[in-house]
């Protein structure tokens, strides 16, 4: 994927927000070279948001991105299904405070925009490209990245959960793995914690047919689990949602363990604290380095 794309067609979805439980209506409209994803509350007199690192606005059990006290929460299954499919630039119009929910994956923002068509324009991506190491870490909980030709993660869960465990996946993440491998898997949670969210003002619009409920023994969902290791899979997901804010597609491996929205915000603050550690490339300067051998150095 040299060149940068948009999506060939407008195109609207609708539908609810999992924390606020609001009905939300979506405008995707194609955009130009260099304009990046752009989100705009259409319900306020707001201004732009563009997804960058300086758009981070909380990590609230979902990524809330904002500027000027405007925010959005819950993008990063949005910002996945764009970052997966290697769309870069793109206007978003939301008309309310939260992206919906859909079925609590992926998978109907990367169908929709699939059916609107994928745009190559004419400018060439340009990437982050880790050079050294980068890591952090709270408790037991960490995330490293590492130099890596093209982008790669691994990732493990632990839960004291019979039926989940510790489970642990590592994909090279392309346009096919990311639709084949990743996009399908849903939020989860545990039927214990919904009465403290309730109290927190949090899931409103939560149900069984957007995200995976867990009782002490397994899962209360009629249909049960799309893969085994759903759970590892839905947690891959918004990883790439929330480095997709870096505002650049990465080159690296990421490995985490037991990481989530806060520590994946604070990877990628890191990151671009530490300016000996990276670089910014584009595809053909990519294609060359790969081609001559080296290891790249900042």
Known sequence: MTQQKTIKREFYLEGIGLHSGKRVRIH??????????????VDKRALPILTNINAI???????????NGTSISTTEHLLASLAGLGID??????DGPEIPIMDGSARVFVEALLKSGIETLKSEKEYVKVSEPV????????????????????FCIDYS????????????????????EIAYARTFGFKKDLANFYA?????????ENAVVLDDTGVI?????????????????DLIGDIALLGHPLQGHIVAYKSGHALHHKLIYSLMKEKNRWVYRNASELLHLT???PSLTA
């Open 291 to 293: 081609q001559r051998g």
């Open 57 to 67: 606005s909380n990590a609230n059990f979902a990524t809330i991105i904002g500027t």
């Open 221 to 237: 969902n009629p249909d049960g689990l799309r893969a085994s290791d759903e759970f590892v899979r839905h947690k891959m997901l």
């Open 28 to 41: 995707f409209v194609p955009s130009g070279d260099n304009r990046g994803v752009v989100f705009q509350r």
């Open 89 to 94: 630039n793109i206007l978003i119009e939301v």
């Open 135 to 154: 890591s952090v870490r709270e408790k037991d909980r960490w995330i490293t990245l590492y130099p890596y030709e093209g982008l790669k993660i691994t």
């Open 200 to 208: 927190m003002g949090l899931a409103k619009g939560g149900n069984l």
């Open 161 to 180: 959960h019979p039926l989940i465990g510790k489970q642990c996946l590592s994909l090279e993440i392309n346009p096919k793995t990311f639709t084949d």
